[in-house]
């Protein structure tokens, strides 16, 4: 279980063909995480991948998860980072990311 969400989470959102027209039986699924600024790292990235995957197990399907850190998101906008903006949802949203980027 996820929640209560710790504070080192901002965001977690869903991305890709899961949010058009285009989802159908053999979609993967993508998934983004938000951290908040200065905790992001590998271990935490590995655990939280980890998380997302045992949650997501009964789910037969392929999962993407993306990790980044807030700052990161806000200094380099890349098309990824634009359509995550655009065009996802997040199904958590602590930080108020959605707001501010």
Do not use: Q
Request: charged fraction near 30%.
């Amino acid at each position: 279980m996820l929640a209560p969400f710790p504070e080192e989470i901002e965001a977690i959102g869903l991305i890709g063909s899961i949010m058009t027209e285009h989802f159908h039986e053999y979609s993967d699924l993508d998934i983004y995480i938000i951290f908040a600024k200065g905790k992001y790292n590998y271990n935490v990235d590995k655990c939280w991948r980890k998380k997302i995957y045992d949650i997501l197990s009964d789910y037969h399907r392929d999962k993407n998860i993306f990790c980044y850190e807030i700052g990161d998101l806000i200094k380099i906008i890349t098309w990824y980072v634009f359509e995550m903006a655009s065009d996802s949802i997040l199904i958590y949203d602590h930080g108020k990311v959605k707001k501010n980027i």
